[in-house]
């Protein structure tokens, strides 16, 4: 056998180690980790909305104070962290292998799974670190918003780079919403695994979660345009204040509430990703 057809086989064989058993499992844990995040933040965040714990961060680090306050609040932080470690570890086979559909090895889906791996392995870190009790979880997303915001609108060129970063946070929001509402998510769950009824269930859960979640990376996105505009990096919000700032419509609490109610859904249908997701 010459070197190229060994090499293929040793690809070959990495992929299918990639796709196994391990990686399959390191995904549905880490889909279940995001949900038991966005539940927490979507129960805080409905609480504010009726005036209870107002003082609770509805964000990432309420949620893990949340958890942390549990009995043992530390075994269940530290299995949430290691859950999304497997989420990165997932998305980085992605990058390194594809994804699975047709398209999967196309180097658009490629970027996309390199910004998820990104993004995942700092949740996993600040998890890890908030329940090593050496973090406090990143800080609050309004802080971090404000002083990564102020930083950039230090560099040259910087309010467009806000801007820009601002609209493709809006254009990120109405794609996850709009997707949501076409039920997009269908073609990665094994749908023939589903009767009528869960079908129904999880449509609830992805096109409910999918929206609100759209609509609050939407608002965020709007903050950070107001302030590149006004070159006020307090002006960014991050999650907490963004959905606070619903609160602060015509509409009131209850749009805060509907939006809280969207999230629990989101979590809800995270766990249906873990069960029934193509990986």
């Not at 399959?24 to 927490?40: D, E, H, K």
């Not at 600040?126 to 990564?148: H, I, M």
């Amino acid at each position: 056998m010459n070197a190229s057809a060994l090499a293929r086989n040793g690809r070959m064989e990495a992929e299918r180690a990639a796709r196994g058993s391990v990686t399959q499992g390191a995904a549905r844990a880490g889909l279940a980790a995001r949900g038991v995040i966005y539940l927490l933040v979507g129960a805080l965040a409905l609480r504010i909305a009726f005036g209870e714990n107002k003082k609770k961060q509805a964000d990432r680090q309420g949620a893990l104070a949340e958890i942390a306050d549990q009995p043992f609040g530390s075994v269940l932080l530290w299995a949430l962290g290691i859950g999304l470690v497997g989420m990165a570890l997932w998305r980085l086979s992605e990058v390194v292998f594809g994804s699975v559909g047709p398209d999967g090895r196309k180097a658009k889906k490629r970027l996309l799974a390199l910004v998820r791996c990104v993004f995942y392995s700092f949740v996993a870190y600040s998890v890890l670190a908030f329940a090593a009790g050496s973090g406090d979880g990143g800080g609050s997303s309004d802080e971090q918003s404000r002083d990564v915001t102020a930083r950039v609108l230090e560099l040259p060129g910087g309010r467009w780079i806000v801007g820009a970063a601002g609209v493709g946070i809006i254009v990120g929001g109405i794609w996850t919403g709009v997707r949501a509402l076409l039920r997009k998510y269908h073609k990665h769950l094994r749908l023939g695994q589903m009767s009528a009824r869960v079908r129904r269930l999880v449509d609830v859960t992805g096109v409910g979660g999918g929206t609100a979640r759209g609509l609050v990376f939407a608002a965020a996105g709007a903050f950070a345009v107001r302030a590149a505009v006004d070159y006020e990096p307090d002006k960014a919000k991050g999650l907490d204040d963004t959905l606070r700032s619903f609160a602060e419509t015509p509409a009131g609490p209850w749009l805060l509430a509907c939006v809280a109610v969207g999230l629990v859904l989101f979590g809800l249908f995270s766990f249906a990703m873990a069960r029934w997701r193509k990986v």
